[in-house]
């Protein structure tokens, strides 16, 4: 029964893949390096998006960047409709939102990684242009990490300070009415905000990093507090040391009144950015908390891997509630190769991982910035460079899952699956057109193909063909034929697994 059940998933999912309804692409927008920030709006199969880029090739690479606004359409053509462009906007002081059925804009300009202003736009209603543009009154020493929206106010969360020990924590307060600021310091020192919840009294929930001792690269704690409108704090919770939660980044979300926070673990901390990580140390977890007092409910830890490898959980990650679970989004960096891996996971509301997908452009270093929930699935905006270059372009990458985080059949009748989203990289399929067989080659000598199927559009499976270790591996790379005189002309895809839990898809054509 559990063969069948796995088996009809498997064919839902390969005819949405087959008629593009589930797709993995990247975009070169404008030759520089790129990514897709966030969904904006969506519109049956067209998809607005927003995201940021900066150029290299200048003769001041620091002071050239803009944002950019498209739209997706349906046959995955990526239009861009607005570019804005003053010195280098950092994805990081990026934020769009809605007002009495406004669209506004916020974003800052950074000057060689310091903060230089924040501009507040006003858009029209298809984000095709700017109405107006205004520079706000918030110094340039305030760089902000998070952000929230109430009624006619947007309160900008962040610190004034370096990025450590002397790291002042804070927000402004903008009033949408007249573009007026105000600032409320929170108390103490060292601490970096992540993420902001509003609570159900209208106060705040922040999260993130709190630097303690004499070295702030050694020293690094997760942290969470209450605090209300005033930037007064309510409570206050540090994970340090003492506890085995003990962690860098720390964010969160309300899930219908519960609070719940998310982030990952780093031992064996060297240096601030570029942590070495051992054994079991690098992992997430996720807890409960009681509004009122910050109290831990209850507490889950995880344990990720890739091919049995630990590796550095990064500072990139978000989690989501979207029909009564939750999702987590981050990227996972191998210590061994520098390749990041998109993790994508979803939990119950007790804590409990139901599944986890992988996302890997081989090759490539792949960072996640945002997940949407759409009624079919999941958008997962993201960027990826090629990481076996020692200089070059990001591009921007777009993900759409279906409700399973599949974007290839199959991928959730086993956990932990990575999805290649440029099978190019990985193997080979030729001739193609094929008459009365085809050869699949891999690429890298350490991969080898475990298994192979061929599927036709309606999703069937026609050939499932395993392949036993150390079979058809030749000297320079592993070769494998399939017959296809058994196949009427038309279209196929073939699918293989390796030895690396690694899944991937190719089209090919059967022509005589």
């Excluded at 902000?144 to 450590?164: C, E, H």
Aim: glycine residues 8%; charged residues 20%; contains cysteine.
């Amino acid at each position: 029964m559990k063969k069948l059940v796995a088996l009809f998933i498997l064919l839902i999912s390969f005819t949405n893949l087959f008629g593009q309804k589930y797709f993995s692409k990247m975009f070169d927008v404008n030759g520089q390096w790129e990514n897709f920030w966030g969904v904006l709006d969506t519109v049956n199969n067209s998809f607005k998006l927003i995201g940021s880029q900066a150029s290299f090739l200048t003769t001041d690479s620091s002071r050239f960047g803009s944002i950019f606004i498209g739209n997706l359409d349906s046959s995955l053509k990526f239009q861009q409709n607005l570019l804005i462009a003053k010195n280098y906007y950092e994805q990081n002081y990026l934020s769009s939102f809605k007002n009495n059925n406004r669209n506004f804009l916020l974003m800052g300009t950074v000057d060689t990684n310091v903060i230089g202003s924040y501009i507040l736009n006003e858009l029209d209603n298809n984000f095709d242009n700017v109405i107006w543009s205004k520079t706000l009154a918030i110094p340039s020493e305030f760089g902000s990490t998070s952000w929230t929206k109430v009624k006619d106010k947007v309160y900008l969360f962040g610190r004034n300070g370096n990025y450590a020990l002397s790291s002042i924590p804070g927000f402004f307060v903008i009033n949408l009415k007249d573009t007026s600021t105000k600032y409320y310091r929170i108390g103490g020192t060292g601490k970096i905000i992540n993420n902001v919840l509003l609570a159900k009294d209208s106060n705040f929930i922040v999260s993130g990093i709190q630097y303690l001792g004499t070295n702030g690269n050694d020293s690094t704690f997760g942290w969470y507090a209450k605090i209300d409108t005033l930037g007064n704090t309510l409570w206050n919770k540090v994970l340090d040391r003492k506890s085995e939660l003990m962690c860098e980044y720390v964010w969160g979300t309300n899930a219908n009144g519960n609070y719940y926070l998310t982030g990952t673990n780093y031992a064996n901390y060297p240096t601030l950015w570029y942590p070495k990580v051992y054994g079991d140390t690098s992992f997430c977890y996720m807890l409960k908390i009681n509004e009122q007092n910050g109290e831990i409910e209850w507490k889950k830890r995880f344990l990720f891997s890739v091919n049995q490898e630990r590796g550095l959980l990064t500072s990139m990650g978000s989690m989501t509630y979207y029909k009564s679970n939750l999702y987590s989004l981050l990227s996972h960096n191998l210590t061994s190769t520098n390749n990041q891996y998109i993790m994508f996971a979803k939990f119950d509301l007790e804590g409990n991982i139901l599944w986890k997908r992988l996302f890997q452009q081989a090759n490539y270093s792949n960072r996640a910035y945002s997940l949407t929930p759409i009624a079919d699935g999941f958008l997962i905006c993201a960027d990826g460079k090629d990481s076996t270059r020692a200089k070059g372009d990001a591009d921007a990458w777009l993900i759409k899952t279906d409700s399973n985080g599949c974007i290839i059949p199959g991928c959730n009748a086993k956990d932990n699956v990575i999805q290649i989203i440029n099978p190019e990289k990985v193997f080979t399929v030729y001739p193609n057109p094929a008459q009365n067989e085809i050869n699949v080659s891999t690429e890298n000598l350490n991969v080898k193909i475990e298994s192979l199927a061929v599927y036709n559009l309606q999703g069937q499976l026609l050939k499932f063909r395993p392949i036993a270790i150390g079979q058809a591996q030749l000297p320079e790379k592993e070769i494998t034929k399939i017959n296809t005189e058994d196949l009427a002309n038309g279209n196929y895809l073939l699918i293989i697994t390796t030895n690396k839990q690694q899944m991937a898809g190719k089209k090919f054509v059967v022509e005589r």
